[in-house]
């Protein structure tokens, strides 16, 4: 299988060597994404509810980028600074998610010592294309 980098200006641009999204079969892959303004690559003001929408946002444009949905999201890991932070999140995350209808991704949820940018989340994705 030949993989391809993903790439939009609707999400923060990869600070190092690795891309916002791989393409790989049908499945497309996100690199962690964090509340960062696409525009300014800078840390959203806010708690873990605004935290969490600017990433899901940020995500829901990597995977658009690659010709998928967060509806076609099978696995999502979530790395949260303060697991105090769990239930703000998920329920920003229920709307994005899981929303009526559609079956959860599979999910993992850890507490990470510290962040890039110190964000209060970090989420990643795995996605099937054309599902």
Not at 34 to 59: M, W, Y
Request: hydrophobic share 40%; charged share 20%; with cysteine.
């Amino acid at each position: 299988m030949s993989k391809t980098a993903v790439f939009t200006d609707s999400a923060p641009k990869a600070v190092g060597p690795y891309s916002q999204g791989v393409r790989c079969g049908n499945f497309v892959y996100t690199a962690g994404q964090a509340a960062l303004d696409p525009n300014t690559q800078q840390l959203i003001s806010g708690g873990i509810t605004e935290q969490t929408r600017r990433t899901l946002e940020n995500l829901k444009a990597v995977l658009e980028a690659a010709g998928t949905t967060l509806d076609h999201v099978v696995k999502a890991n979530v790395y949260l600074k303060d697991m105090n932070d769990f239930a703000a999140m998920n329920a920003v995350y229920a709307e994005y998610l899981a929303p009526q209808g559609v079956v959860p991704p599979a999910r993992t949820t850890i507490e990470a010592a510290r962040l890039p940018k110190d964000a209060l989340v970090e989420i990643e994705l795995i996605a099937e294309i054309g599902g």
